[in-house]
């Protein structure tokens, strides 16, 4: 178990890929990835945001649902946020503890279904996505998106997306 906890910013940083059983952050500074880091346990965010950059991606590598707890607008990680998941179908619900800058967006993946192992790779923005309504969609957010990628040899073939904004539209 490794707990960053402060009160100052604290920096995650090596030469490889900085592998963690489990990972608390417990930092209201925060803390930023300097070095990819992976989490093959459980990862809590108790508060604090913890920046991550693509090169320097944070990766849940435990495929259960409940492997990202205690999420909230004080704690959540700003940037990508990569998370392995089986290949079946998943009853349960995988939330992208997400958002940009002081937001937080949470991001949920559920009723699952992968032809293959694959990773789900999700980062919230707090922009104009620039993007032209489609069929199925009558408007979009001019304040805040979400991408959404995979990566492995799986397949998204089936699931329900939730995007969260914790304050009202004005």
């Known amino acids: 178990l490794v707990t960053l906890n402060g009160t100052l910013n604290q920096s995650v940083t090596g030469s490889t890929v ?10 209201s500074a925060g803390a930023t990835l300097n070095q990819a880091a992976s989490v093959s346990g459980t ?4 508060g604090g945001v913890l920046t991550t950059t693509t090169p320097n991606i944070l990766s849940i590598t435990v495929t259960g649902t409940a492997s ?16 392995s998941l089986p290949s ?9 503890p997400v958002g940009n800058s002081s ?3 949470p991001f949920t993946l559920a009723s699952l279904t992968t032809t293959a192992p ?6 919230a923005f707090e922009a104009n996505s620039t993007g032209a309504s489609g069929t199925g969609l009558c408007g979009l957010s001019t304040t805040e998106y979400w991408s959404l990628g995979a990566s492995g040899a799986g397949a998204f073939t089936d699931g329900v997306v939730s995007l969260t904004r914790q304050a009202a539209l004005g």
């Open 68 to 83: 990202a707890g205690s999420n909230s607008p004080a704690a959540f990680v700003d940037g990508p946020l990569q998370w």
């Open 88 to 96: 079946l179908s998943a009853s349960g619900s995988y939330v992208f």
């Open 103 to 105: 937001v937080y967006l």
């Open 43 to 46: 990862f809590t965010l108790s």
């Open 18 to 27: 900085t592998q963690f059983t489990n990972l608390t952050l417990i930092n």
């Open 118 to 123: 694959t990773s789900a790779i999700v980062q």
